[in-house]
């Protein structure tokens, strides 16, 4: 009989790299895939489901709220019920949002849970992802790790070393499943723009956006490229960030082509064509890597280091100052075809993730749980 797994999610970012996991884990499990409703915009949720060949979740938790707070509570007083019904042997969440917080409800009922994405440290409190990864680690049974970095990180906060695992990062196999749509994309007739004749910008993060002098200071940048260059720029807005933009009023200059949110096969080809992308995304470091184009990250701290240290992406900041320096350099340096990271190589991720679930559900309730 097939374990049941319940897998968690409610945003892009765990949509995209569970991918390859949630359609390898159905062969080998009774799953249950779970949305939280932290996206509930369809551009930021369905289009992905699409363009990733996923089947629509099972289960639908409805946790979006105004209030953070009960946000939260949604997702851990949900998940608890659900829970409850579906008795899973496993649970597995991803990184670090909200949703992970779900992993709360499956502690309290001693089901073992599997936490991918494990390990990453920006060592910034003040981002609410960091608040996050730190108790979400720390109550997982099983942490898989992309990187010697984030397990180092774990080793040094007292997680137990028997139960931490480096499997690489899950997107160059979720990359090269769609490696052909990409290519193939027509996205630039769609949006009249030319091959290496245009920037990508993309900011969503709440440091970067709720902040106001934040906010203010990265339009400022985005402004001042479009004029100094003279460049047309595609700018795909996260709702979070559109809403500021209308609420201030804010005029952007008439190279900027200001969209809605696009998903990841048009996006990955605009990204493989532009002259650069500046981005707060936390999947830059990785695409940068394996599509091999120039890129700045919109922020001042990374959990990746593994993107710095190998010169694949550089932090760029906000201030416009900084972004310029960091821009020109960017522009003026080539790529070095074997400045590649070793740990985002691997294109068997999920089966590896697969194996630790199967092998390690069994031990956790023994030697943790102490069930019979």
């Given at each position: 009989m097939k374990k049941k797994l319940v897998i968690v999610i409610g945003t892009r970012p765990e949509i995209i790299r569970l991918s390859a996991i949630i359609n390898k884990s159905r062969q080998y499990f009774d799953v249950t895939l779970v949305h939280t409703g932290q996206n509930y915009d369809y551009n930021l949720n369905d289009v992905f489901f699409k363009?990733?060949?996923?089947?629509?979740?099972?289960?639908?938790?409805?946790?979006?709220?105004?209030?953070?707070?009960?946000?939260?509570?949604?997702?851990?007083?949900?998940?608890?019920?659900?829970?409850?019904?579906?008795?899973?042997?496993?649970?597995?969440?991803?990184?670090?949002?909200?949703?992970?917080?779900?992993?709360?409800?499956?502690?309290?009922?001693?089901?073992?849970?599997?936490?991918?994405?494990?390990?990453?440290?920006?060592?910034?409190?003040?981002?609410?992802?960091?608040?996050?990864?730190?108790?979400?680690?720390?109550?997982?049974?099983?942490?898989?790790?992309?990187?010697?970095?984030?397990?180092?990180?774990?080793?040094?906060?007292?997680?137990?070393?028997?139960?931490?695992?480096?499997?690489?990062?899950?997107?160059?196999?979720?990359?090269?499943?769609?490696?052909?749509?990409?290519?193939?994309?027509?996205?630039?007739?769609?949006?009249?723009?030319?091959?290496?004749?245009?920037?990508?910008?993309?900011?969503?993060?709440?440091?970067?956006?709720?902040?106001?002098?934040?906010?203010?200071?990265?339009?400022?940048?985005?402004?001042?490229?479009?004029?100094?260059?003279?460049?047309?720029?595609?700018?795909?807005?996260?709702?979070?960030?559109?809403?500021?933009?209308?609420?201030?009023?804010?005029?952007l200059h008439n190279n900027i082509i200001l969209s809605e949110p696009i998903g990841i096969i048009d996006y990955c080809h605009l990204q493989m064509n532009s002259i650069c992308v500046i981005s707060d995304s936390g999947t830059l470091t990785e695409e940068t890597d394996i599509l091999r184009f120039k890129g700045i990250m919109l922020r001042t701290s990374t959990e990746k280091p593994e993107g710095i240290e190998s010169g694949t992406v550089t932090v760029g900041n906000i201030k416009w100052d900084s972004l310029q320096t960091a821009l020109e350099l960017v522009l003026n340096t080539e790529m070095n075809i074997n400045d590649k990271i070793p740990d985002y190589l691997c294109e068997t991720v999920s089966d590896k993730v697969c194996k630790i679930i199967i092998g390690y559900t069994d031990i956790v309730n023994k030697f943790i749980w102490r069930k019979t």
């Open positions: 363009d990733l060949s996923i089947n629509a979740p099972e289960e639908y938790l409805n946790c979006s709220r105004d209030n953070l707070g009960h946000t939260i509570g949604d997702v851990i007083s949900k998940s608890y019920d659900l829970f409850l019904k579906i008795k899973p042997d496993a649970i597995l969440v991803d990184g670090d949002t909200n949703s992970c917080l779900s992993v709360y409800s499956a502690k309290r009922l001693k089901i073992p849970i599997f936490h991918f994405e494990a390990g990453h440290r920006c060592f910034d409190l003040n981002l609410p992802e960091e608040i996050n990864r730190k108790l979400v680690d720390h109550l997982a049974d099983v942490n898989i790790c992309y990187t010697e970095h984030a397990r180092r990180n774990l080793l040094h906060e007292n997680c137990k070393p028997e139960y931490t695992f480096v499997v690489g990062s899950p997107m160059r196999e979720v990359l090269m499943n769609i490696y052909t749509k990409i290519k193939s994309s027509d996205v630039l007739k769609k949006y009249n723009l030319t091959e290496k004749e245009y920037f990508v910008w993309s900011s969503h993060r709440e440091e970067n956006v709720t902040i106001e002098t934040n906010f203010f200071d990265m339009i400022n940048s985005l402004n001042n490229i479009a004029t100094v260059y003279d460049k047309k720029i595609f700018f795909p807005a996260h709702p979070r960030t559109k809403n500021m933009i209308e609420k201030h009023g804010i005029e």
